[in-house]
């Protein structure tokens, strides 16, 4: 029963940013927005998460809207390993729970 | 300073035998969790054990799955008696605090093959 809403797939030029919304408009106060993604058939790899204010790691940018009920994950320089199905979860108290995500295809 | 560890990395078991699943966490991850990835689905969450206690159970399958986190050694999660259903791949991950904010380390998994 996953809290988020995304894309089921995406395509994106290979140098350009991939912009991968998230719609989370049951989120509450205390819970997290997280990102993962999985190449392939490997674990979910951490990538960044934030509760209200934007953060950017040497991965990605995460920006937060004011009323918190959407997100945007931004990879500013897309390249053909970011091809992989990326999770966003609303995380709080609780277990985090994967949905279906955004399977994301960088074409050269 | 090795992440997560599961092993085997592939596992192949006829039906009705044992499949044992491995899974060593960071160091200083306490926090074990249990995920199932089903072909071509996401990932459901089966457990969350903390050293010696079973924490949240409640995607485990009712019968023949039963996982453990002893006080030495690794995670385990054991399928007994499997059937092709049970095909998938388990993912494990670990966490420094319960439900940590800093979120999960998963290994790279282990890919069970029925047959």
């Known amino acids: 029963d996953a809290k988020t809403t995304q894309p089921t797939s995406m395509d994106c030029a290979e140098g350009r940013a991939a912009n991968l919304p998230c719609n989370h408009s049951t989120i509450s106060g205390n819970e997290y927005v997280y990102w993962y993604r999985q190449i392939h058939s490997q674990g979910p790899q951490y990538i960044i998460h934030g509760l209200k204010n934007n953060e950017t790691n040497e991965m990605a940018s995460l920006i937060i809207t004011e009323d918190r009920k959407s997100s945007t994950l931004i990879l500013p320089h897309a390249t053909l390993r970011d091809t992989a199905v990326y999770y966003c979860?609303?995380?709080?108290?609780?277990?985090?729970?994967f949905g279906t995500g955004t399977r994301l295809t960088i074409i050269p | 300073n090795a992440g997560v560890m599961q092993n085997p990395r592939h596992l192949v078991r006829r039906r009705g035998q044992e499949a044992r699943l491995r899974c060593s966490p960071m160091k200083g991850h306490s926090h074990v969790y249990w995920y199932r990835q089903l072909p071509e689905e996401g990932l459901k969450f089966m457990v969350y054990l903390q050293k010696e206690n079973i924490i949240d159970e409640s995607g485990m399958p009712k019968e023949r799955f039963s996982a453990e986190f002893p006080k030495e050694g690794p995670s385990i999660l054991r399928i007994q008696q499997v059937v092709r259903g049970d095909s998938a791949a388990y993912f494990c991950?670990?966490?420094?605090?319960?439900?940590?904010?800093?979120?999960?380390?998963f290994g790279s998994g282990t890919r069970l093959t029925v047959v």
């Open positions: 979860i609303v995380f709080g108290n609780e277990k985090l729970t």
């Open positions: 991950a670990s966490s420094p605090r319960p439900l940590s904010v800093d979120g999960y380390t």
